[in-house]
């Protein structure tokens, strides 16, 4: 069925839900997973404290630790269960750019990711990065919650 899942992370309590599930889809397709985090940028005007309070290469060391610890969760789960698997860090303003780029080019068959549900007020304010990836994407997406 699928043989090459990205799975996007943003090491949220959802997104971890959603890590098992997907991994459970690839095991019973023999898919590979590549996980992947999309970190923001560093701006010297931010509404992100840790920007503000950190020079650039503060903020990047500490955000790489963290997509390094967000990844490490896919990895240990793929390992447990037998499913290969390989990890990307990007840096960008716009995670559903990457995410749908990263999947093109890794030629991947299917986009995994959660979704915090979020409707009404938050989710026009906060935005959805995975109702872009659905908006923009023509590679298949599956959601899960």
């Known amino acids: 069925m699928f043989k090459h899942i990205l799975l996007p992370t943003d090491g949220s309590a959802t997104s971890n839900a959603a890590i098992r599930k997907c991994l459970s889809l690839a095991k019973e397709s023999g898919a590979m997973i590549t996980g992947v985090h999309v970190m923001a940028p560093f701006h010297v005007l931010s509404r992100h404290t840790e ?18 610890g967000y990844l490490a969760e896919i990895e240990q789960a793929a390992r447990e269960i037998g499913v290969p698997c390989k990890t990307v860090v990007h840096t960008s303003d716009e995670p559903y750019e990457v995410i749908i780029q990263s999947a093109r ?10 979704s915090h ?13 995975t109702q872009k990836v659905l908006t923009h994407s023509q590679i298949p997406v599956l959601v899960l919650r």
């Not at 020079?55 to 997509?67: F, G, H, I, P």
């Open 117 to 129: 549900g979020r409707r009404g007020i938050k989710a026009l304010l906060l935005g959805s990065e």
């Open 105 to 114: 080019e890794l030629g991947c068959d299917l986009i995994c990711m959660a």
């Open 51 to 68: 920007m503000i309070e950190s020079t650039r290469a503060e903020y990047l060391e500490e955000s790489m630790a963290q997509a390094r």
